[in-house]
């Protein structure tokens, strides 16, 4: 855009951050073809697991959230798809959000616990609202 307005070529690549050449090639790509992309698909080895595995995989994931990733790899093995390795199923699952938790145990609330606790609120009740009271005043002035 900035060649258009007709700005050198030198403050364009100071305004981007970048060098003179790559500001040249890349405005002379914009001429040629219309579109600076780049047409080079992404790099390293395609996935294994494609988009149906991760579908399957998820169902898999969903029928037990307990199990590990040891077993959900025979599960998935098992299956009719290529065979994988529990690394690249774990790796799978953290990039389709799939994070492992461990439940907390926490101690239920018991009847006495939850009559103190209203005992408490109600003690408490008018204190919000002198709280609130305070805070009005305190803008007016």
Known sequence: MDRRLRMSITETARLVGCSRSAVVSIHAKWINDGDTSSRRQSVGRPCIIKEKGHQRLSRLVMQ?????????????????????????????????????????????????????????????RDLAMDEWKRVAWSDES
Request: glycine content about 4%.
């Open 64 to 124: 037990n959230r307990r199990q590990t990733v040891a077993q959900l790899t025979a599960q998935y093995n098992a299956g009719p798809s290529a065979s994988v390795l529990e690394h690249t199923v774990q790796r799978t699952q953290l990039d389709m959000g799939l994070r492992s938790r461990r439940p907390i145990r926490v101690p239920l609330l018991t009847k006495r616990h939850r009559q103190l606790r209203l005992q408490w609120a109600w003690e408490h």
